[in-house]
């Protein structure tokens, strides 16, 4: 595989190299012909090498092979557009059949360059996101490269569709990516979040968020990339400067914002990583849930998980770009508040998010939750007067969850012939902080002991009696209950 995969290799850097050559002399065709073959061969040598578990160096090249294939190929499917569009205005492109669609004799159709119908439009949508921001190509290449991901061709495409679906707005157009929250996103996270009293808001825009976070009596430090000169109601000036570089001065701080989509992933791995807020909350596109090969998307999702997602069962209102004044569009996203918990142990979530659809237009005129409380309540609604059923969700300690959790610890334990802390955990369904805490607590009272070599932890004679005693205590006030 290695020697297949060398002599290829040098074989794929002089068809490149050419295709190059032929592209920069005006020979669109053919080096479009060669850059495909090029693209479709380094794709195999890459595919090849993965299933065989080779050198990642090896991927890698082959890789970055294919990339450069793929940046000739996009840019010779740009010139054709630009020819067909060209003999299109002087009445040379022919749609053929009979009789011709145009008479003269310089005429060609599009079968004759070897370009169809849906190739042509996905060219000309490559070439109005390069009209939109020079070097298009080259960074959404780059990027994937840099994640670790394969350079494709439906990748680029889905790009092109992406930056043509926001109607193509050039660099200077879309500014800083400022789009500011609808207020029915926060009306609804108010009412079935709190968070606590003082609260950050690092990407504040023109304080789409922070300002109903004040009205609800949250105290907010606001700050941004761009300098807009917000400040809070008592007259503090926003801070400037990238969250993605920021440094945590006072820890603990909940977080609440809308990220920029672009840096999405690293924006929240940097604030669960550097700040670790109590609770924080990101307004976002649901296809985050979704996703494995960025290392912060795993780092937020799959190590720190959030605990719960609100789903938004319709749209909300279309989140427009600062200055807008086109027309108002209809939202084309589905997004969701995403909120992490952080436990007694440090860490976040317990692998299990909770995805609760809601409704925001029940929310129009629903009270805030009463900041500094913390928790959540269900958004379950019921037809009765002048009430709502709402149930909090309390934080208990690490030192009462162990409480709860020993007699049914006892119990799996004397049925084991030995354990350790994750056939615990996973025998029990408790969280790994609880089943060390369980482990420490009770050999600490005797009740289970260190078994020879590597047979684990076993349960003593001294658990056993407490074990005992726990099911006769438990069988007394059953009895009890059926005298009574």
Not at 172 to 181: A, N, V
Not at 273 to 288: G, T
Not at 364 to 373: D, R, V, W
Request: with cysteine; aromatic share 6%; charged share 30%.
């Amino acid at each position: 595989m290695t020697e297949l995969a060398i002599r290829d290799s040098s074989e794929l850097v002089a068809r490149i190299e050419t295709a190059r050559a032929l592209l920069d002399a005006g020979d669109v065709e053919r080096a479009l012909k060669l850059s495909s073959v090029a693209y479709d061969q380094a794709k195999a040598v890459a595919g090849s090498a993965e299933r065989v578990k080779t050198s990642r160096d090896l991927v890698d090249k082959a890789r970055r092979m294919q990339a450069e294939a793929l940046k000739i190929e996009s840019l010779c499917y740009v010139a054709m557009a630009d020819a067909v569009d060209d003999a299109q205005a002087k009445g040379e492109l022919s749609r053929g059949g009979r009789p011709k669609t145009v008479s003269s004799e310089n005429s060609f159709t599009l079968d004759e360059i070897g370009v169809d119908r849906q190739q042509l439009h996905a060219a000309r949508s490559l070439r109005s996101a390069i009209e939109a921001e020079p070097g298009f190509v080259d960074r959404v290449v780059e990027v994937r490269l840099l994640e670790g991901l394969e350079p494709s061709r439906a990748a680029l495409k889905n790009a092109a569709r992406h930056a043509i679906g926001t109607k193509t707005a050039t660099k200077e157009d879309r500014g800083d990516d400022l789009y500011e929250t609808p207020i029915e996103a926060m009306r609804t996270l108010l009412a079935l979040e709190s968070f606590g009293l003082n609260v950050l808001e690092p990407s504040v825009g023109r304080g789409a968020i922070s300002r109903p976070l004040e009205d609800a009596g949250y105290e907010v430090t606001i700050s941004d990339l761009v300098d807009r000169g917000i400040t809070t109601r008592h007259g503090e000036c926003q801070g400037v400067g990238d969250f993605l570089t920021s440094i945590a001065v006072d820890g603990g701080w909940d977080i609440v914002t809308n990220p920029p989509y672009g840096v999405a992933n690293a924006y929240a791995a940097h604030a669960l990583r550097e700040h670790r807020p109590r609770k924080m909350a990101l307004l976002l596109n649901l296809n985050f849930q979704c996703g494995y090969e960025d290392a912060d998307r795993r780092f937020v999702m799959d190590e720190n998980p959030p605990s719960r997602i609100y789903a938004f069962a319709h749209r909300l209102p279309m989140m427009h770009r600062d200055g807008w004044e086109g027309n108002k569009a209809s939202s084309q996203m589905n997004t969701g508040w995403f909120v992490w918990e952080r436990n007694e142990d440090g860490t976040y979530g317990d692998g299990h998010p909770r995805l609760i659809r809601v409704v925001y237009d029940n929310f129009e005129h629903s009270e805030p939750l009463t900041p500094g409380a913390g928790g959540n309540v269900s958004p379950l609604r019921f037809d009765a007067p002048d009430e709502e059923f709402a149930r909090t969700t309390p934080r208990k300690t690490l030192e009462e969850r162990c409480d709860e959790e020993t007699a049914r610890a006892l119990v799996w334990m004397a049925e084991s012939p030995g354990f350790d802390a994750g056939q615990l955990r996973r025998g029990i369904g408790v969280r790994p902080s609880v089943a060390d805490a369980l482990i420490a607590d009770l050999a600490t009272k005797g009740l289970i002991w260190a078994g020879n070599d590597d047979d684990g932890w076993r349960i003593s004679t001294a658990g056993m009696t407490a074990l005992n005693a726990t099911a006769a205590v438990l069988l007394g006030a059953t009895l009890d209950e059926v005298a009574a």
